[in-house]
C-alpha cells in the first residue's frame, strides 16, 4: 500500500458535507479539518497495484462541493 495525502479546497459552505461524503466512502485512514488554501487534509492508503491518480480521481475527486484536490505522495526513505 501507498501513503498518500490529499488537500481539499471546498466550496465554501460545503467543508462539512464534503466531509461526511467522503467518510461515508470509508476510503480514509485519517481526515483533518485545516485553517489556510486547503479546507480538508485526508489521509488514504492507495493498495498495492492501484493508478494513484486513477484512485484520487475515481474516489475522492468526483464528490460534489469540492473544487480542488492536491495529492502529496509519501517514500519511505528513513528506515
Do not use: W
Amino acid at each position: 500500500m501507498t501513503c498518500v495525502f490529499v488537500q481539499v479546497r471546498c466550496a465554501p459552505g460545503k467543508t462539512y458535507d464534503v466531509a461526511d461524503a467522503i467518510a461515508a466512502k470509508e476510503i480514509h485512514s485519517e481526515m483533518f479539518s485545516t485553517s489556510g488554501e486547503f479546507d480538508l487534509l485526508i489521509k488514504i492508503y492507495v493498495p498495492a497495484g492501484e493508478d494513484i491518480g486513477r484512485y484520487v480521481n475515481d474516489r475522492i475527486s468526483p464528490t460534489e462541493g469540492i473544487e480542488r484536490t492536491l495529492t502529496t505522495l509519501t517514500f519511505s526513505a528513513f528506515q
